[in-house]
């Protein structure tokens, strides 16, 4: 069974930093590029960026570039969306996807407000 867990969404404060994770298992893993999609509150899909499957290449969209950063640990199955100077328009529920596969976690919530 394909698996993908997302989790460390929280609430935070303008200006902080958070980290998601996204722990796999069913596939493998280093097999394939992942990446992290987010859904704002009453809008669509927005893809926040990809790794390729060995970490060595990755490609964000361009207003989040400065501020995330993806990686991953193959040894782990773990995906990683390092978020920093978070901002209330990043408020979304980020999602972790194999967009090749078309494997998708659940999402995990990410609320920025004072």
């Known amino acids: 069974e394909v698996q993908l867990v997302e989790s460390g969404g929280e609430l935070v404060q303008p200006g902080g930093s958070l980290r998601l994770s996204c722990a796999t298992s069913g596939f493998t893993f280093d097999d394939y590029g992942m990446s992290w999609v987010r859904q704002a509150p009453g809008k669509g899909l927005e893809w926040v960026g990809s790794?390729?499957?060995?970490?060595?290449?990755?490609a964000y969209a361009e207003s989040l570039k400065v501020r995330f950063t993806i990686s991953r640990d193959n040894a782990k199955n773990t995906l990683y969306l390092q978020m920093n100077k978070l901002e209330s328009g990043d408020t979304a529920v980020y999602y972790c996807?194999?967009?090749?596969?078309?494997?998708w976690g659940q999402g995990t919530l990410v609320t920025v407000s004072s």
């Open positions: 996807a194999n967009m090749k596969s078309d494997y």
């Open positions: 790794i390729n499957w060995d970490g060595v290449t990755t």
